[in-house]
């Protein structure tokens, strides 16, 4: 090798390193905060307990730990983590997809609709004083009824730009499903019904279960498939349309499965969670920073930093005195760290 070779391979080699960094970082950082959400709470429980318990609940035999230990671990911290990791990872997964399809670093889960409509749902369930269950189908149904309301908009106005009228589609509808919330809102029963609404739409996991990590996970699957069968595709799709189609893609089938399996995995962490945003704006560009923008690498950065985020805002959450609102502590993070992001990668781009 020759010294200009040598010379080459140095950056090359540095940007390597880093993205091992990188990737080591997301998994130290998954195991603590999975660990730290199971110990953390206001009914103190040592890591020995936790294990126990979960170990005696996959193997069918006893604990030996006291009963009330045993309920709170299974019952309801266990529940509350793994919704948390899987609807986290489900909102920053589709941000990246998002952020992609439509070659814009600000966009988000929300932006074709998906969350104006399942929060319409949740809310028309609470004002018909449904069961929990009927809300979550409900919120679920009301995110993809959106979202396909929004696509065949945008297939009817046959615009130059899809992208573009796609987005603005979704903005309209968007507004228009905000409009029928406020509508419920005033007509909701004020001592009863109205509080309900309001802590729905801040988002929460304070009343998860087993069978909603259950209920949801199916979903969380179906939509992360073709994520990943067509990861090489998401990279061009990143393109022109004109670029990636002649490169061999098919823009129009790729961007409705794509858009089909983000809307399916945000509907289903929406019905479980309520609205909680920053996390499919935010997460996107810190997995970009680590692991680079290949959406190979993207994508499980994406969906493990996503869960982590979520994981540890509730463990906040339900540690302080009165529990506070997911919705409300993720923007309060978010937001700001969202704005440093932008002043130190203004200059370099996004990418």
Request: net charge positive; hydrophobic share 55%; charged share 10%.
């Given at each position: 090798?020759?010294?200009?070779?040598?010379?080459?391979?140095?950056?090359a080699?540095?940007?390597?390193?880093?993205?091992?960094?990188?990737?080591?970082a997301?998994?130290?950082?998954?195991?603590?905060?999975?660990?730290?959400?199971?110990?953390t709470?206001?009914?103190?429980i040592?890591?020995?307990?936790?294990?126990r318990?979960?170990?005696?609940r996959?193997?069918?035999?006893?604990?030996?730990?006291?009963a009330t230990?045993?309920?709170?671990?299974?019952?309801?911290?266990?529940p509350?983590?793994?919704?948390?990791?899987?609807?986290?990872?489900?909102?920053?997964a589709?941000?990246?997809?998002?952020q992609?399809?439509f070659?814009?670093?600000?966009?988000?889960?929300?932006?074709l609709?998906v969350?104006a409509?399942?929060?319409?749902?949740?809310?028309?369930?609470?004002?018909?004083?449904?069961p929990?269950?009927?809300?979550?189908?409900?919120?679920?149904?009301?995110?993809?009824?959106?979202?396909?309301?929004v696509?065949?908009?945008?297939a009817?106005?046959?615009?130059?730009?899809?992208?573009l009228?796609?987005?603005?589609a979704?903005?309209?509808?968007?507004?228009l499903?905000?409009?029928?919330?406020?509508?419920?809102?005033?007509?909701?029963d004020p001592?009863n019904?109205?509080?309900a609404?309001?802590?729905?739409?801040?988002?929460?996991?304070?009343?998860?279960?087993r069978?909603?990590?259950?209920?949801v996970?199916?979903?969380?699957?179906?939509?992360?498939?073709?994520?990943?069968?067509?990861?090489?595709?998401?990279?061009l799709?990143?393109?022109?349309?004109?670029?990636?189609?002649?490169?061999?893609?098919?823009t129009?089938?790729?961007?409705?499965?794509?858009?089909?399996?983000?809307?399916?995995?945000?509907?289903?962490?929406?019905?479980?969670?309520?609205?909680?945003?920053?996390?499919?704006?935010?997460?996107?560009?810190?997995?970009?920073?680590l692991?680079?923008?290949d959406?190979?690498?993207l994508?499980?950065?994406?969906?493990?930093?996503?869960?982590?985020?979520?994981?540890?805002?509730?463990?906040?959450?339900?540690s302080?005195?009165?529990?506070i609102?997911?919705?409300?502590?993720?923007a309060?993070?978010?937001?700001?760290?969202?704005?440093w992001?932008?002043?130190m990668?203004?200059?370099?781009?996004?990418?």
């Amino acid at each position: 090798m020759n010294e200009n070779q040598a010379a080459g391979a140095g950056p090359a080699d540095a940007t390597q390193g880093r993205r091992w960094v990188g990737w080591v970082a997301v998994w130290i950082l998954f195991a603590a905060v999975a660990a730290i959400a199971l110990v953390t709470g206001k009914y103190a429980i040592s890591p020995q307990d936790i294990a126990r318990v979960i170990l005696a609940r996959l193997t069918g035999t006893a604990s030996g730990v006291p009963a009330t230990v045993e309920t709170v671990v299974w019952n309801v911290r266990l529940p509350r983590v793994l919704c948390g990791l899987v609807a986290g990872a489900a909102l920053s997964a589709a941000g990246a997809v998002y952020q992609g399809l439509f070659r814009n670093p600000l966009v988000s889960p929300d932006i074709l609709g998906v969350s104006a409509g399942a929060s319409l749902g949740a809310v028309l369930g609470i004002f018909l004083s449904l069961p929990v269950i009927a809300i979550q189908g409900l919120s679920f149904a009301g995110g993809l009824a959106a979202v396909a309301l929004v696509y065949a908009i945008g297939a009817l106005a046959r615009g130059r730009d899809p992208t573009l009228v796609l987005v603005l589609a979704g903005i309209a509808v968007g507004a228009l499903l905000g409009s029928c919330i406020s509508l419920l809102k005033v007509l909701a029963d004020p001592y009863n019904q109205l509080p309900a609404i309001t802590f729905w739409l801040l988002g929460s996991l304070a009343s998860v279960s087993r069978g909603d990590f259950l209920s949801v996970l199916p979903a969380m699957v179906l939509g992360l498939v073709p994520m990943v069968l067509l990861r090489w595709r998401m990279n061009l799709m990143t393109l022109e349309d004109e670029e990636a189609r002649a490169l061999g893609v098919e823009t129009a089938r790729t961007r409705l499965v794509l858009i089909a399996a983000s809307t399916l995995m945000t509907s289903a962490a929406v019905s479980i969670s309520g609205i909680i945003g920053w996390i499919g704006l935010l997460i996107p560009h810190i997995a970009r920073a680590l692991v680079g923008p290949d959406f190979s690498k993207l994508l499980p950065a994406s969906l493990i930093l996503g869960g982590c985020y979520l994981t540890l805002m509730d463990t906040l959450a339900r540690s302080a005195s009165v529990e506070i609102p997911l919705g409300i502590l993720t923007a309060a993070v978010g937001a700001p760290f969202f704005l440093w992001l932008l002043l130190m990668r203004s200059r370099r781009g996004w990418n």
